[in-house]
């Protein structure tokens, strides 16, 4: 069975950094490309970051410049490296795997919250 799990939420100041980690399982990691969202109380999920077929990386403007996704192959895991986090950043964040005609597979949410 597909099962995506992330770790790595929590609460940080601002400023601070978290890596957010998505482990994956009985899926051919490679044969997927990956995105992160995140869903604030009250907003609509928001796309954060995709790393597209050809290795494009794309951000949500927000976030540009501080936030990275990245892939480990051997270790069949997504990340996303979340740097100088600011209040806006609080949201649940969801891990998405994906074929671009197929089918998706969804983590099941870490919450980050920062805060002082």
């Known amino acids: 069975q597909v099962q995506l799990v992330e770790s790595g939420g929590g609460l940080v100041q601002p400023g601070g950094s978290l890596r957010l980690s998505c482990a994956t399982s009985g899926m051919i990691f490679s044969n997927y490309l990956m995105a992160w969202y995140r869903q604030a109380p009250g907003k609509q999920r928001e796309l954060v970051a995709n790393?597209?077929?050809?290795?494009?990386?794309v951000y949500l403007d927000s976030v540009k410049g501080r936030f990275t996704i990245s892939r480990d192959n051997a270790k069949n895991t997504v990340y996303l490296q979340m740097n100088d986090l600011k209040p806006e950043d609080t949201a649940v964040y969801y891990c998405k795997l994906y074929r671009p005609f197929g089918n998706a597979y969804w983590g099941q949410g870490t919450q980050v919250t920062v805060s002082s």
């Open positions: 790393r597209g077929s050809d290795g494009n990386k």
